[in-house]
């Protein structure tokens, strides 16, 4: 069974389904820190479900059958570092910039400097978010320092090396 995100009742509408066009029409915005734990297909892909994600996301009429969202993504997460498998701290962040649009056809007609997505004409703006703070996770997680795999290394060879002593 899926668990049922919860967030603070003015965080609400990040949830809800809504219409693309009527949150382009009305220029609407969302803003605020939102827990981790809201991203269930995020969350999966992380060490640990912890943290905070500070987000916005705008919506814009662009043109006709087009939303444009534009907005940012920041945080840190807990990631495996695949050179020595312990946890470590990953900052993320990223620009948003999307069209929407609900017509494959429009699709050879979008500019370039923005990503494209065909969605149906009713989404949830946590959907939207939670696709980009799943591309801005690096292809392969490690350590930014490799100084801090290795001493990992060395405190699990010690470890072993006295395990062979005894």
Do not use: K
């Not at 049922?4 to 949830?15: D, E, F, S």
């Not at 043109?63 to 907005?71: D, H, I, K, N, P």
């Amino acid at each position: 069974m899926a668990r049922q995100a919860v967030l603070p009742h003015g965080q609400r509408g990040w949830l809800a389904w809504q219409d693309v066009f009527d949150l382009a029409a009305r220029g609407s915005v969302f803003e605020g820190t939102l827990p981790v734990s809201v991203f269930p297909r995020f969350s999966e892909l992380l060490a640990a479900v912890e943290g905070d994600i500070d987000a916005r996301l705008a919506f814009a009429t662009a043109g006709v059958g087009r939303v444009r969202v534009e907005g940012r993504v920041e945080g840190a997460v807990q990631l495996v570092c695949q050179r020595c498998l312990e946890h470590y701290s990953q900052p993320i962040g990223s620009r948003v910039g999307v069209l929407l649009v609900t017509d494959e056809a429009l699709i050879p007609h979008l500019p370039a400097e923005f990503e494209h997505e065909v969605v149906s004409e009713r989404i949830r703006p946590l959907d939207v978010l939670e696709d980009e703070l799943m591309m801005s996770l690096p292809l392969v997680p490690v350590h930014p320092d490799p100084a801090d795999c290795e001493a990992t290394a060395r405190r699990l060879l010690a470890a072993a090396h006295d395990d062979l002593m005894e």
